[in-house]
């Protein structure tokens, strides 16, 4: 995985999962830059995309969640590049990172 674009030099020399989990404990202190995705009002109603094209970042990472591999995503969409993959699960982990809310219970109606 090129983790080239990562903010920590340190990190893109790491094998993969030593420089996520290097990545996650540094807590996201440094700005995250993604070349790759774009967001376009014009463009899929503003949803993320892969470099300005009509393919949802969203999109791809369902491929992947579904089990497809790396190889097969290239081969059936050619405008696909490497590092467009790279990219949306390095953005995937960076929204994953988010503050989240912790619901309350709810009311019971009366």
């Known amino acids: 995985m090129a983790l080239s674009n990562w903010a920590d030099p340190e990190l893109s020399n790491s094998q993969p999962q030593e420089a996520l989990a290097k990545f996650v404990k540094a807590g996201y202190s440094v700005a995250m830059v993604f070349s790759r995705i774009t967001v376009d009002p014009a463009v899929c109603t503003g949803k993320p995309c892969i470099r300005g094209l009509r393919f949802p970042v969203a999109r791809l990472l369902g491929l992947m969640a579904a089990g497809e591999t790396r190889e ?3 081969n059936s969409y050619p405008y696909i590049e490497s590092g467009d ?4 699960l390095q953005y995937a982990a960076f929204l ?3 503050e989240t809310v912790e619901l309350r219970p709810p009311v019971p109606a009366k």
């Open 72 to 74: 097969a995503i290239l």
């Open 85 to 88: 993959i790279d990219e949306a």
């Open 96 to 98: 994953a990172e988010d």
